[in-house]
């Protein structure tokens, strides 16, 4: 493993990713009207490793893909099981659409495509770049085939910054896995925005959504 | 006679979601366009009072779609709908003429509170 941020840098990298987790998670709660929070943000900065989901986790799962382009390069991937699937449908859609099949994709990719915006709407903000997420894909795969097809962005990006985290709602079952990738280019940013007053007026000014959606 | 709108996203449940909302409360929706050409082509075929646009789409960029409406001089207000709320995006779409920028997720209450303060 090499550290390619210093320690000041990685606390502020951590500022910017918790306050963009904690925006998905406000867009989650208005979305399915329920209090939803992020739990364990896991932030990686390694070359190589592959990620690995718990042997807990269930081996069908449904994987929500985004592309971010524009100034900064990364990947979004929303990961649910079938349940995580039904809950959200039964919380989100109504009357026959809930057990309509396409419909229940249709919401998912919403979902993503929401999420999504929202983490990415921060850093273009926070970094004052130009991105946005492409149009979101939706995979049914096994859980290695999920492994896999993170580590092929992780090995296309060559050296990467991850951040892992869930959603939970202490009303129903289920837990979202939210994973990011992203280029080398967002550590660079990182670098860049260190001593930017705007910037660290607006983390300072945002960290309330730490505290109200992030759990630790 | 009840006000025209024509929907251009290509997230079927924003269309679903946006269709009922506004058929409930009387407007005619007089098309459903799941991309940027299908949204232009039946823009200048029916003339709608009220577009609503989604910023992001699989052939284009809603601001394509807007500058098409702006030289084919259609008369619509245009309510950008998008997921994506960075304020370089809304200041774009607002510059190139759109009406209102509602970012998603939004209520039926928003929707509704920005199309009668336009219409």
């Known amino acids: 493993m090499k550290n390619i941020l210093t320690h000041d840098e990685i ?5 910017i990713i918790n306050i963009a987790m904690a925006n998905a998670s406000n867009a989650f709660t208005q979305m399915a009207g329920e209090d939803f929070k992020i739990h364990s943000v896991a932030i990686q900065e390694k070359i190589g490793e592959k ?3 718990k042997k807990n ?6 994987v929500l893909a985004s592309t971010i382009e524009g100034e900064i390069h990364a990947e979004s991937f929303l990961i649910l099981n079938h349940n995580d699937a039904y809950e959200l449908a039964s919380l989100m859609l109504t ?15 919403e979902i993503d495509n929401i999420l999504t915006a929202s ?3 921060q850093f273009a903000n926070f970094f004052d770049l130009m991105i946005f997420g492409q149009v979101p894909k939706i995979f049914r795969m096994k859980k290695t085939e999920a492994e896999n097809l993170i580590h092929d962005k992780v090995e296309e990006f060559e050296l990467h910054f991850s951040v892992k985290t869930n959603f939970i709602t202490h009303q129903s079952k289920f837990y ?4 990011w990738v992203f280029s080398n280019y967002f550590l660079n940013q990182i670098k860049k925005v260190k001593e930017n007053e705007k910037t660290l007026e607006l983390i300072s000014k945002n960290k309330g959504l730490i505290e109200k959606y992030i759990l630790n | 006679m009840s006000k025209t709108v024509l929907i251009i996203d290509d997230s079927a449940l924003s269309r679903t979601i946006i269709n009922d909302a506004l058929k409930k409360v009387g407007f005619e929706v007089v098309g459903l366009a799941v991309n940027g050409q299908k949204g232009i082509d039946m823009a200048i075929i029916h003339e709608p009072d009220i577009i609503t646009l989604d910023n992001i789409l699989p052939d284009m960029l809603g601001s394509d779609v807007m500058k098409v409406i702006k030289e084919e001089n259609l ?6 709908i998008s997921a994506v709320g960075q304020d370089s995006h809304k200041t774009k779409m607002l510059e190139l003429g759109a009406d209102y920028y509602l970012v998603k997720p939004f209520t039926n209450k928003d929707l509704l509170d920005v199309i009668y303060s336009l219409v």
């Not at chain 1, 986790?57 to 449904?62: A, E, P, W």
């Not at chain 2, 008369?75 to 950008?80: D, L």
């Open chain 1, 11 to 15: 606390l502020l990298a951590r500022d």
């Open chain 1, 51 to 53: 990620l690995k989901f």
């Open chain 1, 57 to 62: 986790i269930n081996d069908d799962l449904i």
């Open chain 1, 95 to 109: 009357g026959d659409m809930e057990n309509n099949e396409i419909m229940r994709d249709a919401m998912l990719l």
């Open chain 1, 119 to 121: 983490v990415v709407t």
């Open chain 1, 176 to 179: 979202p896995k939210f994973v």
């Open chain 2, 75 to 80: 008369n619509a207000k245009v309510i950008v």
